[in-house]
């Protein structure tokens, strides 16, 4: 069984502390699509990961193919995103 894991990290922002974590949505300009809650509702985020966590769980596995063509195109869009 793959390991379905969501990485959650808290930041400081300008309304004080939240939770991050990524949506597994990507964007039109191929940038990963976060969202965050609040860090003062700590239940809500939880019930939030949990059910990307299922999401995940329910969606089909990459295959490697996936995950390389993945891997490139958030390659591209660091490199769109960062011009030398």
Known sequence: MPA???DVWV?????GWHFRW???RISDQ???EYTSCPGSAAETAARRIGCRVRQM???PSLS????LEMAAELAVAAQDA???
């Open 11 to 15: 930041e400081l922002g300008p309304q």
């Open 82 to 84: 960062d011009p030398p």
């Open 4 to 6: 379905h894991r969501v």
């Open 64 to 67: 490697v193919l996936g995950r």
């Open 57 to 59: 769980r329910q969606a």
């Open 22 to 24: 990524w949506t597994g």
């Open 30 to 32: 191929r940038l990963r």
